[in-house]
């Protein structure tokens, strides 16, 4: 690369869990810079999981990571062109992607899920990915499953 790589901004942490991970959730769930409204629909969905969940002992705040940690991929396939035939090359992804490739899906399908509000449809996809079930869940297995389909060409890996 000809240019320096550019500096990784610092994400402050938020202000009711003292968190710098759900600060990163929520600047995925914003829309147009609407980070209050963000904030308000990420704390109401924990607020539901919460209700949901009474029978857990572990916090709202717990119960979303591990959510999160569920859905959370290993492995992804890039594609690779080698000698006019285009390769699945399976590789490992770095922690930060991986953070934000789970947080990314988790809210994808929280927006295509059915319900009322979208606090609703994030607190579900949230339970249902804390039980390794849901879109989200499915869709670390699906890139999984792709990555071990793959593997005869992993020696391609760049």
Avoid: C
């Avoid at 009711?16 to 829309?31: A, C, Q, R």
């Avoid at 859905?71 to 090359?89: H, L, N, W």
């Amino acid at each position: 690369m000809r240019k320096a790589k550019p500096k990784k901004r610092v994400v402050l942490p938020d202000p009711v869990f003292g968190d710098v991970m759900v600060s990163k959730f929520v600047n995925h769930l914003m829309y147009d810079g609407k980070k209050t409204i963000a904030y308000t629909i990420f704390y109401s969905a924990l607020e539901v999981v919460k209700g949901k969940m009474a029978n857990e002992d572990k916090p709202a705040l717990e119960i979303w990571k591990k959510a999160l940690e569920n859905i959370t991929p290993q492995v992804e396939v890039k594609s690779r062109r080698i000698g006019g035939a285009t390769f699945q090359v399976p590789t490992e992804i770095r922690p930060e992607r991986k953070e934000s490739i789970s947080m990314k899906n988790l809210i994808q399908y929280s927006r295509k899920r059915g319900g009322k509000t979208m606090a609703d449809k994030l607190a579900a996809e949230i339970v249902d990915a804390y039980n390794m079930q849901g879109a989200a869940y499915k869709r670390k297995e699906d890139m999984h499953k792709m990555a071990e389909a793959n593997r005869a060409f992993a020696h391609f890996r760049f």
